[in-house]
């Protein structure tokens, strides 16, 4: 018997119920079934059943064919490539990044702030055997991780609390911050020493550090970060990855016509 939508279901909540379907695809590499599908975003299952089958049809998701699980599908991915290449910092920045891994032998991610998460555009892996388990359009934590406190640490206060409001601050390991008052006092040191570091906040045994990317305007464009484990990144090994990573930033902020004059934000009060 073929699946048929909700007789209550208006185009906006199909449209709607699609686009969260697609979301929870992206952040599940492993895919997800019909089932899971339909309990984790509370859709009735004939619902959820037409809905997948007409994304899967228009090649938005892919069907495997032996656990039933749904994936994202090569559409998904071509309107992904397209839109991020007209971001000029990601252009800008691959062949730095590459060079930076080439040097730190460690993952580098490019983010950007969408809403209230860092969003990676672009990630270089590390050569070797430890690889980092993340992808490009992974939505991460503002709070947790060292790009999401690079792109908070030069927004006005009042913004940066809209986003926390927004978000939340989960606990992602007993590191993490979940208040906003040491929030705010890390966000002061990230610009006093000019990273931002994760200090196995939002994974355990992973050691991450940041730094924002100026445009032409003197505003954060985007943020860079180094990932390894805190056996790689200790103190030993920090002061010098950090230059390197600031002088990677550096550079692909003045080819983003920044002039070198890091703008002075305090975040407090505007």
């Known amino acids: 018997m073929c699946s ?5 279901e208006t185009p906006s909540i199909a449209v709607e119920r699609a686009l969260a379907i697609l979301e929870a695809a992206a952040q599940g ?15 009735p299952k ?3 059943s037409y809905i997948l089958r007409t994304l899967e049809k228009t090649g938005y998701l ?5 656990t039933s699980r749904y994936r994202v599908g090569v559409k998904v991915f071509s309107l992904s490539r397209s839109a991020l290449s007209g971001i000029d910092a990601r252009e800008v920045a691959m062949p730095i ?6 040097r730190t032998r460690l993952t580098c991610h490019l983010a950007i702030l969408d809403g209230s998460e860092a969003v990676y555009i672009e990630k270089v892996d590390a050569p070797g055997f430890i690889k980092v388990d993340t992808w490009v359009g992974r939505r991460m934590c503002v709070h947790t991780t060292s ?5 908070a640490a030069y927004l006005p206060e009042a913004r940066v609390r809209k986003i926390l409001d927004s978000a939340g601050m989960e606990k992602r390991t007993p590191h993490s911050i979940t208040a906003p008052a040491p929030y705010f006092k890390e966000l002061e040191r990230v610009r006093e020493q000019g990273y931002a570091l994760d200090n196995e906040e939002n994974s355990l045994g992973a050691r991450c550090f940041g730094v924002p990317i100026f445009n032409q305007s003197d505003e954060v464009e985007a943020s860079l970060g180094l990932s390894g484990t805190i056996h790689q990144v200790n103190p030993q090994t920090l002061p010098q990855l950090s230059e390197d990573l600031k002088d990677a ?10 002039r070198g004059t890091r703008k002075k934000v305090s975040a407090k009060r505007t």
């Open 62 to 66: 892919r069907r495997d064919e032996e």
């Open 97 to 102: 990044m590459r060079d930076l891994v080439a």
């Open 4 to 8: 048929v939508p909700d007789p209550k």
């Open 147 to 151: 790009v999401g406190k690079a792109l």
């Open 249 to 258: 930033a550096r550079r692909i902020s003045r080819q983003l016509g920044w």
């Open 46 to 48: 004939s619902s959820a």
């Open 29 to 43: 590499p492993a895919g997800l079934t019909n089932a899971e599908i339909s309990r984790k975003l509370n859709i």
